[in-house]
């Protein structure tokens, strides 16, 4: 109603070793690089020639030891849990023009990668179709 729509996913990943000759420690250990809770929810909003876009994501800590010794959180290395939000706000000049101005990470949330996160950034478009 009133040009509103969302969207939501949800994954939840079981990833085990279930068999590893040659290390049978690893057994029953998370799969690396494989989040076990993944979710995305998204609010858009249309009128007239404007388009308003949010989005929230999140990604549960990946391992990336097979024996899943790394816990740590916020140092160098380590792969982080992190909950971000993108927005984008758009608005159609013509058929064949857009501006838009978007922003992603927008509560900048500091998280690791293996290496710390870029923080929030900042997009200015020009779409033309010809």
């Known amino acids: ?17 279930t068999r590893n ?8 250990k998370q799969l690396v690089h494989v989040p076990e809770h993944m ?21 549960s800590k990946r ?3 097979a024996d899943n010794l790394d816990t740590n959180t916020g140092v160098p290395g380590s792969t982080d849990s992190f909950n971000l939000t993108d927005s984008k706000v758009s608005y159609g000049l013509s ?4 501006v838009s101005l978007g922003v992603t990470n927008v509560f900048d949330e500091e998280y690791r990668q293996f290496y710390l996160s870029p923080g929030r950034a900042w997009l200015l478009e020009l779409y033309a179709r010809y």
């Open 21 to 28: 000759e040659n290390n049978p420690a690893l057994v029953g």
């Open 1 to 17: 109603p009133k040009g509103f729509s969302w969207s939501a996913n949800y994954a939840y990943t079981d990833s085990e070793v």
């Open 39 to 59: 979710y995305n929810l998204s609010l858009d909003w249309v009128w007239e020639a404007w388009h308003v876009t949010a989005t929230n994501y999140y990604q």
């Open 95 to 98: 058929d064949a023009y857009r």
């Open 63 to 65: 391992y990336t030891r």
